[in-house]
């Protein structure tokens, strides 16, 4: 049975050009979220829900950015510690 999962999981990367280790942790993180993969393939929002990352606001960043001696990197390095 894990040799099929490997299997799937190689199967799965090479159709859509990733590494199959992404693979494993995507699965990863969709059983310890608690979803079903029809919630996963129908769903929105489901990376929010894997990977609790929220989306920035471009208005905010825009008039962030307007601010003297505001660069990228600083709104960067910011959205990463929230």
């Known amino acids: 049975m894990r040799r099929d999962r490997r299997q799937r999981h190689r199967a799965t990367a090479q159709s859509l050009g ?4 992404a693979v494993g942790t995507t699965v990863l ?15 929105d929002a489901w990376e929010r829900r894997l990977y609790c990352r929220p989306e920035p606001d ?3 960043l825009h008039a962030e950015r307007r601010k003297p001696g505001v660069t990228l990197e600083l709104l960067h390095l910011e959205y990463l510690e929230q």
């Not at 993180?29 to 769903?43: F, K, M, N, S, Y």
């Open 29 to 43: 993180h969709v059983l310890v979220a608690g979803l079903d993969w029809a919630q996963v393939l129908t769903e």
């Open 18 to 21: 990733i590494s199959h280790g």
């Open 58 to 60: 471009g208005a905010a």
